[in-house]
T-cell receptor, first 113, second 113 residues
């Protein structure tokens, strides 16, 4: 079945450092790809998404490009802030095979000032 | 901005008891979902619901579980006879249409003693 693999955390960075969180997927169809973020004590919030190959999703300085050839959707940000400290989840959905989201394990990001 | 709400935020129950977790999806959304996250594990899909019936369910969603939309606003998850392994964070989500972005609530932490 479909699956998502994320790099393990926690990832600890200093403020203004460059962030990459790796995400790769396995899917039988043509999935949409998502990054969700969970701030402490809150629910899952959509950060960005891409629905087809070579699409780039972006939001709040974060971006990720849907790479079909490498089945990847890595999350990047050029300069992280303390307020970016959260858990980041990569996920996919393939409407051809149902509407559910399949999540990766989540990556904890800690940003130090 | 419209949001998904969930009550209670934390529920403690004894093994074998019934629990009902409540969700109020975004008002114009047509698809509703439940997911759960056991501590330290991935967020897992449980069930999706459309037009007053289950549209998809996972292997986890066995006869112990049921969902209902008792009125025009609430969406509930019932666990008939809780087990220790049902302890998890339960997330409700909704989307406007099939394949659209899913918006999540803050979750209910269920602790089974």
């Amino acid at each position: 079945g479909d699956s998502v693999t994320q790099m393990e955390g926690p990832v600890t960075l200093s403020e203004e450092a460059f962030l990459t969180i790796n995400c790769t997927y396995t899917a039988t169809g043509y999935p949409s790809l998502f990054w969700y973020v969970q701030y402490p004590g809150e629910g899952l919030q959509l950060l960005l998404k891409a629905t087809k190959a070579d699409d780039k999703g972006s939001n709040k300085g974060f971006e990720a490009t849907y790479r079909k050839e490498t089945t990847s959707f890595h999350l990047e940000k050029g300069s992280v802030q303390v307020s970016d400290s959260a858990v980041y989840f990569c996920a996919l959905s393939d409407p051809q095979y149902g509407n559910k989201l399949v999540f990766g394990a989540g990556t904890i990001l800690r940003v130090k000032s | 901005e419209p949001e998904v709400t969930q009550t209670p935020s934390h529920q403690v129950t004894q093994m074998g008891q019934e629990v009902i977790l409540r969700c109020v999806p975004i008002s114009n959304h047509l698809y509703f979902y439940w997911y759960r996250q056991i501590l330290g594990q991935k967020v897992e899909f449980l069930v999706s619901f459309y037009n007053n019936e289950i549209s998809e369910k996972s292997e986890i969603f066995d006869d112990q579980f049921s969902v209902e939309r008792p009125d025009g606003s609430n969406f509930t998850l019932k666990i008939r006879s809780t087990k220790l392994e049902d302890s998890a964070m339960y997330f409700c989500a909704s989307s406007e249409n099939y394949g659209d972005t899913q918006y999540f609530g803050p979750g209910t932490r269920l602790t089974v003693l």
